[in-house]
């Protein structure tokens, strides 16, 4: 017997035996994994022919146990938040008698075959509870009546919701849902994927092939009793000729019909076409297909309502066709559920509508529920990337480069960029994506040495949505690729240390140095890797242009594993799955939250390498990506608030709306249309920054410091106004009963750059508040106790270069935080939006109440609090200033982490002789029991509080910080 299938043979045994400890409770420590894998090999000799024990290796032993171990302590890393219309009705899944309706086979087959792939046993059953749940909310599919049920599912990007959906049409299958459609991408790859999926997980037959191959829950399935119709078959989308052909319609089918059809409006309207033809139906009559539908919306953010151009609007028309389209499919059935997923909460269905009554009375507005999947421990998504690390000073995520420089961005593209404009920027590869490639060839190295040969293994460069750019870069990119495998080849005989004479092998060695210095393997263990790996490389570039002839087909080659380098834009950004990814190189400028989340391929599951993934990134995309992580992170706080006081989806949407974040993706949507727009945003519960300054108006540093001396010596000198300082930390001063007027007047004084909230919104929700709420600022003021010692100082103090930490301020000595910055377009910052820490707003609150928030958010997320929860905390009902001193560091070019500096290849240097000055303001969240205020009073005055912006300005506005990517839905011409 070959030695993969007796490894993949005893995987199998001690799973289930496994998976047995598991549901009774024992916990699953290494001393229980050994003795079962000891007894599975026992057993395994006695009961398999051609088993042979003997022939096992330790290291063979220890790959079992490394995936066991994988798949069996996986934790959980936050709770499903759910919150649901109070009129739902909700416990019919509990409380089915009928035996048949609760074998649920289909499901148990597919928790199975997830099992069989490796998947981790919490996720599974996790995965589970969270399709109870959904099922319990979107109705029972034999409920008599005419009714409809609309719900959304939110998860991360690469986090699992295809595995969700799939596990959940399965079970819906179950328990009588007899027509399921899924909606599977706007393009024929990602419904092409799809459609293998679920193929895999819930058809049970390979519908490329004529000749119905079983595969996944196919294997061993009676599809006698548990078969399903399809109407759309692996590179087949639905056809109304084909469906035709069919001798039945969905009157007469016995098992359930699935369609999996692309999100296009000439496919949808086929379908429609052919439901409402085939079974002579009449909405307007009430003549409606009396079966159950399930309808799955993989990409509920994508092509909603109000995204129409001026060239495709008409006047009669206030949805985009295809959301017409999908209506008008569910209105064809007399019980319909429709369910959408999506990647982020600022989904279009919340935010594109004119207002809040146009939203809540949306057909497809997920009025019923809403989900929030959780996403377990060892999943690698925004906060890992982009959260707030607990504010330590410059970090970013360790498998980070910010080396995409800007003065490198040769090829980086740029608003309203045509074709041959780009193509004439185009003329040789940056150092930093030729450092990226590299990096690539070691990374699939070091997982070749690591026993993963025959794996996926995949890198994507992302810089442009321009089929025509992509291919040009593919015709650079080809021939430096070659060199390396001509480098490697060269040397394929000699010893690791000699073959670095040869200068592409040298360039490879000192990646490895300088990317991977702290990893156990060692340069001579990858070296005779990379004679494999530059074997089986390939180049693509993935888009719609007709000479294209690339494709990405990682299903061919499951055995033997593809390793790739793959240029592209829009396909490579929704929905593709990129097996085996390690390398990314992104250099992207789109500042549309909609458009970077789903670009974010790298985030997932990287098991056995989340060690060797290395994001290339430009530092202003990174700052972005924070913004857009914290906006999600306060968000889906909210949520979990609202499901704690039993509010609705409807109280989410309008939260979402008037987050000021949602001012981003609204001037995407609505620049499309010819008319200006306005939107309103709230600041309740929210904190904004001020952390930017203009390299080119030296004055204001000045005005900074003679404006935040005064405010501090008049805040010292008011008798009225109590000064004390943090408990054990003497160093940062507290000043309470500050008037809202003095803080309204140092926000003008400072006059800072402003963000996507300008001094006019701030100022104006002061004012609103003030009336409101009988409580003054509090105001911080933070230096240091003594001098730091970090890294940049110290290099500065050993070059000699000048620098300052103490400082005369407002009557005495202070000494203030040094932070390292980068400058970009003019602008001095640093690459994330947070400068001060996570926790500053515990300052505000006693010792008892933050240990209470401690522990509450680490029993529930894993994770410490950080400003957000903080700051609704039930002791927070006044608005808060903090101040932030700096001595300011430019580094230039900015490189972070520590192992992309290099001494030589950046400089360092004091932008001021005195200390620098940021803020951060934050409100109370707008809760009447917080605020001791009637609920009706509170709502109107919040209301009232709100800022009406002009949708075009702030749209100008974001113009103003760099290029807008002006990425539409199609690359170019050619889709």
């Not at 409402?276 to 307007?284: D, F, R, T, Y």
């Not at 593919?474 to 060269?490: M, Q, V």
């Not at 009336?771 to 730091?788: E, G, I, W, Y």
């Amino acid at each position: 017997m070959d030695k993969k299938v007796m490894i993949e043979k005893l995987i199998w045994l001690c799973s289930q035996e496994l998976r047995l400890y598991k549901e009774s409770g024992t916990s699953i420590e290494r001393k229980v994994i050994l003795e079962t894998i000891d007894d599975a090999i026992k057993r395994a000799d006695e009961n398999i022919s051609d088993f042979d024990g003997s022939t096992l290796t330790e290291e063979d032993i220890g790959d079992i146990e490394f995936e066991l171990e994988s798949r069996f302590s996986v934790s959980i890393g936050s709770q499903t938040i759910i919150i649901s219309d109070p009129g739902i009705d909700r416990g019919w899944l509990n409380s089915i008698t009928d035996p048949e309706r609760t074998e649920f086979v289909r499901h148990k087959d597919y928790e199975d075959f997830l099992h069989s792939i490796g998947r981790e046993y919490d996720v599974v059953n996790e995965n589970t509870k969270i399709i109870d749940q959904i099922l319990d909310l979107s109705g029972d599919p034999l409920r008599e009546g005419s009714w409809e049920t609309r719900g959304l599912v939110m998860g991360n990007v690469q986090s699992g919701k295809t595995q969700n959906y799939i596990g959940l049409i399965n079970k819906a299958a179950d328990l009588g849902y007899q027509a399921i459609i899924i909606l599977g991408g706007h393009m024929n790859e990602l419904r092409n994927q799809t459609q293998f999926r679920v193929d895999q997980g819930f058809v049970g037959q390979d519908t490329r092939k004529t000749n119905a191959t079983t595969i996944g829950v196919g294997i061993d399935r009676d599809f006698t009793k548990y078969g399903s119709h399809q109407f759309t078959k692996g590179e087949n989308d639905f056809s109304r000729t084909i469906a035709n052909r069919v001798a039945f319609d969905l009157n007469g089918i016995s098992f359930p019909a699935v369609f999996v059809v692309k999100k296009n409006t000439s496919i949808l309207e086929s379908l429609y076409t052919w439901i409402k033809e085939k079974h002579m139906l009449s909405p307007e009559d009430g003549r409606l297909l009396d079966k159950p539908l399930l309808f799955i919306d993989d990409e509920a953010d994508y092509a909603s309502v109000n995204t129409l151009s001026e060239q495709q609007a008409n006047e009669d028309r206030k949805v985009t066709k295809t959301n017409q389209l999908i209506r008008d499919i569910l209105g064809l059935f007399k019980r319909n559920t429709y369910i959408g997923y999506t990647a982020t909460p600022f989904a279009n269905i919340f935010i594109d509508p004119e207002n809040d009554n146009d939203m809540l009375s949306h057909n497809l507005y997920p009025k019923d529920f809403m989900v929030k999947v959780p996403t377990p421990l060892a999943y690698h998504g925004q906060d890992f990337f982009f959260g707030d690390h607990s504010g330590v000073p410059d970090h970013v995520s360790p498998l980070i480069n910010i080396n995409v420089t800007d003065h490198e961005l040769k090829l980086l593209p740029i608003a309203g960029q045509k074709k041959d404009m780009a193509e004439d920027l185009m003329h040789e590869l940056s150092a930093d994506l030729k450092e990226a490639i590299r990096v690539f060839f070691i990374a699939t190295a070091i997982r070749f040495f690591r026993g993963a040969d025959k794996q996926h293994h995949t890198m994507i460069i992302n810089i442009s949505h321009l089929a025509d750019v992509q291919n040009k870069l593919r015709a650079l990119t080809e021939p430096y690729i070659n060199e390396i495998i001509g480098g490697i080849k060269a040397t394929e005989r000699q010893d690791p240390v000699r073959a670095c004479k040869h200068p592409e092998v040298r360039d490879l060695h000192e990646t490895f140095e300088k990317i991977y210095p702290h990893l156990d393997e060692q340069w001579e263990d990858l070296f005779p890797q990379l004679q494999f790996v530059a074997n089986k490389i390939g180049l693509k570039a993935i888009n719609s242009h007709p000479d294209s002839q690339d494709n990405l087909d990682y299903e061919t080659f499951s055995e033997t594993g593809v390793v790739a380098i793959v240029i592209g834009g829009i396909k490579l950004s929704r929905g593709m799955t990129l097996e085996g990814l390690s390398v990314t190189y992104f250099a992207r400028s789109s500042k549309m939250y909609d458009t970077l989340m789903q670009m974010c391929r790298w985030f997932g599951y990287r098991k056995g390498y989340d060690d060797l993934c290395r994001v290339y990134l430009t530092s202003d995309t990174i700052d972005w990506y924070s913004h857009i992580a914290e906006a999600i992170d306060e968000l889906y706080e909210e949520l979990h608030l609202m499901n704690r006081s039993n509010k609705t989806p409807s109280d989410f949407g309008l939260k979402v709306r008037d987050h000021p974040s949602s001012l981003i993706v609204t001037a995407k949507t609505k620049m499309r249309s010819a008319t200006e727009s306005t939107h309103s945003v709230s600041l309740w519960g929210q904190r904004q920054r001020r952390f930017r300054w203009d390299a080119n108006d030296e004055e204001s540093f000045k005005r900074g410091f003679n404006v935040t001396e005064r405010f501090i010596t008049k805040l010292k000198d008011d008798e009225s106004i109590e000064n004390n300082h943090v408990p054990n930390k003497d160093e940062i001063k507290i000043f309470k009963n500050v008037k809202h007027s003095d803080v309204i007047k140092y926000i003008e004084d400072m006059n800072m750059i402003e963000d996507e909230i300008g001094d006019i919104g701030l100022i104006s929700h002061i004012n609103e508040i003030s009336s409101l709420v009988d409580k003054d600022f509090q105001v911080a003021f933070r230096t240091l106790s003594k001098p730091s010692s970090d890294w940049f100082l110290n290099e500065m103090s050993e070059e000699g270069i000048e620098f300052k930490q103490e400082y005369e301020f407002a009557g005495e000595k202070i000494i203030v935080p040094s932070r390292t910055v980068e400058k970009i377009n003019n602008i001095y910052k640093a690459p994330r939006t947070e400068m001060g820490q996570g926790g500053d707003e515990s300052w505000f609150l006693s010792p008892d109440e933050i240990a209470r928030i401690k522990e509450e958010i680490m029993n529930r997320t894993g994770k410490q609090p950080d400003n957000k929860h903080y700051l609704r905390s039930i002791e927070r009902d006044f608005p808060v200033l903090i101040i932030y001193p700096f001595n300011l560091i430019l580094m230039d070019p900015y490189k972070q982490p520590a192992a992309q500096r290099i001494k030589g290849e950046y400089s360092l240097k004091s932008i001021s002789n005195k200390p620098m000055f940021g803020y951060a303001i934050s409100f109370p969240i707008d809760d009447p029991e917080l605020l001791n205020i009637d609920p009706t009073a509170l709502r109107a005055k919040v209301n009232k509080s709100k800022r009406v912006y002009m949708v075009g300005q702030v749209y100008r506005q974001l113009q103003m910080f760099g290029d807008i990517d002006c990425e539409e839905d199609e690359e170019d011409a050619y889709e």
